[in-house]
């Protein structure tokens, strides 16, 4: 009875013994391929500065630039639309910020025809207008005014009653 209760405990141990290599054994090898994935996937220059990748700066410095100078040099050709940027609403956001990069636009100056001429489409308008006017959490309505896009406009777009370069004329930025 003894040796049959001494094969039992051995059996249990054993057991244990092998489950507990195996665990092992599946552990070691998941780490080994995470190390290995690891250092395939992470980039030579992370951490060079801190947590970003050393390379990122050549990568963006070598970036074309879209446009550099800004509201100015949109104001040399289209200044009826900067007299009549009034007030402090949207005096203070780039061209670009609406009618998108520029820089191919300048280039054509003088150009028979710019193909990069572009107004703002005016279909375009509730999701380009929701960028920054559609009520959010994070969003105050006393800094920028605010709506719920689909119920404000009622399928209409923005700009068929608010003109983006008066925001605060009339009734209240509204067409007259």
Known sequence: MADRMADKKEGVTGFFQKATVRVGSLLAVVL?????GRAFAVPDSFGEYGRYRGNN???????????????????DCHNTVFQ?????????????SCHGPAAAHVAAIGAETD??????????????????HAETAGRSKEVIATVQPVKHSGGIDCIR?????????????MRQ
Not at 57 to 75: H, I, P, Y
Not at 161 to 173: A, E, M, S, V
């Open 32 to 36: 080994i391929l995470f190390a290995v």
């Open 115 to 132: 193909e990069t001429a572009k107004p703002v489409e005016i279909e375009e308008t509730v999701e380009l207008c929701s960028a920054c």
């Open 57 to 75: 700066l050549q990568e963006n410095a070598d970036k074309e630039v879209s446009f550099t100078k800004g509201n100015e040099v949109c104001r």
């Open 161 to 173: 009653c608010h003109n983006p370069h008066q925001p605060r004329t009339g009734l209240g930025g």
């Open 84 to 96: 009549a940027l009034t007030g402090e609403y949207h005096n203070s956001l780039n061209c670009e």
